[in-house]
Nanobody, 114 residues
Framework: VQLQASGGGLVQAGGSLRLSCAAS????????LGWYRQAPGKQREFVAS???????NYADSVKGRFTISRDNAANTVFLQMNSLKPEDTAVYYC?????????WGQGTLVTVSS
């Protein structure tokens, strides 16, 4: 199964973006799906995750601003990002966990201007 992230772009501070991560197969294969990000010169960090039972978890830095969701019929997971800040600028990656294996999508760049 391959994951394809999209939806990144340039947005002003305070704006919104919605990222999508489409799977080539059924996302029911994954016990959890998540978003991570990597800013220039920094390590990749956790942003949000959602389990097959739709339990969600968020990094403290995005709580109240970002929302992760999944559409099982469309085999897609979303990240709605509101009230964006310049420090949210990063390449965003989606990840699926299936057993002991992690599946990473390619990144999508989000740039937030001040």
């Amino acid at each position: 199964v391959q994951l394809q992230a999209s939806g990144g772009g340039l947005v002003q501070a305070g704006g919104s973006l919605r990222l999508s991560c489409a799977a080539s197969g059924s996302i029911s294969l994954f016990s959890a799906l998540g978003w991570y990000r990597q800013a220039p010169g920094k390590q990749r960090e956790f942003v949000a995750s959602i389990t097959s039972g739709s339990w969600t978890n968020y990094a403290d830095s995005v709580k109240g601003r970002f929302t992760i969701s999944r559409d099982n019929a469309a085999n897609t997971v979303f990240l709605q990002m509101n009230s964006l800040k310049p420090e949210d600028t990063a390449v965003y990656y989606c990840k699926g966990v299936s057993g002991k294996y992690d599946y990473w999508g390619q990144g999508t760049l989000v740039t937030v201007s001040s």
